[in-house]
C-alpha cells in the first residue's frame, strides 16, 4: 500500500501520534454530527440542551488533536523513548478506580471524583501543591460547569446522611 519512503516519512513525522490525532478528529467530527440530533426536553434550557456537553468534548479533542498535529509538523527532534515506571502504579491506579466506580453511586459522582483525583495525581507522582490546586479547580469547574451552567442538579445520596 505504502512504498518504503512515504513509511519512513510518517515514521520521522511522528506517524504514530499523527494516525491517533487523526482518527480522534474524524471520530470527534462524527460524533458532534451526531449530537446535533438529541431532542431538547420540554423543560430544558433551550441553548444548552443534552447535547452541549458532548459537543463541548468532542470539540476539545477535535482542537487538542490539531494541536497535536501541528506539534508533529513543527517539532523535528528526535523523539525519546517512554519511560513507564515502577510497576506497582499500574495496578493501583487500577484498584482505584475500581474503588470510584464501586462507590460513586454510594457517595455521588462528586465526592468520589474528589477523592479518586488526588489519589490518581500521588500515584502519577504530582507534587502535593499541585494535587490540590488541581482538584479545587477540577471541583469548582464541576459545580459551574453542572449547577449552574447547565442546571442539572449532582445527587446528593452521600451528603443527607452526613448532614442528620
Known amino acids: 500500500m505504502f512504498n518504503n519512503?512515504?513509511?519512513i516519512f510518517l515514521k520521522n513525522m511522528g506517524g504514530g501520534e499523527l494516525s491517533v490525532a487523526l482518527v480522534l478528529i474524524l471520530l470527534s467530527l462524527f460524533?458532534?454530527?451526531e449530537t446535533t440530533r438529541f431532542e431538547v426536553d420540554p423543560g430544558m434550557v433551550k441553548t444548552m440542551g443534552p447535547a452541549m456537553f458532548p459537543q463541548i468534548l468532542f470539540g476539545g479533542i477535535i482542537i487538542f488533536s490539531t494541536f497535536l498535529i501541528f506539534q508533529i509538523l513543527i517539532n523535528k527532534s528526535k523523539r525519546s523513548?517512554?519511560?513507564?515506571?515502577k510497576?506497582?502504579?499500574?495496578?493501583?491506579?487500577?484498584?482505584i478506580m475500581l474503588f470510584q466506580a464501586l462507590t460513586f453511586e454510594e457517595l455521588s459522582t462528586f465526592v468520589?471524583?474528589?477523592i479518586?483525583?488526588?489519589l490518581l495525581l500521588w500515584i502519577a507522582g504530582v507534587r502535593l501543591k499541585i494535587i490540590i490546586i488541581v482538584t479545587l479547580i477540577f471541583m469548582i469547574f464541576v459545580y459551574f460547569f453542572f449547577i449552574l451552567a447547565l442546571r442539572v442538579p449532582l445527587p446528593m445520596q452521600f451528603l443527607p446522611t452526613l448532614l442528620g
Open 87 to 95: 510497576w506497582q502504579k499500574a495496578p493501583l491506579a487500577a484498584v
Open 81 to 85: 523513548e517512554v519511560v513507564w515506571g
Open 31 to 33: 460524533g458532534w454530527w
Open 112 to 114: 468520589s471524583a474528589g
Open 116 to 118: 479518586t483525583l488526588p
Open 5 to 7: 519512503k512515504t513509511f
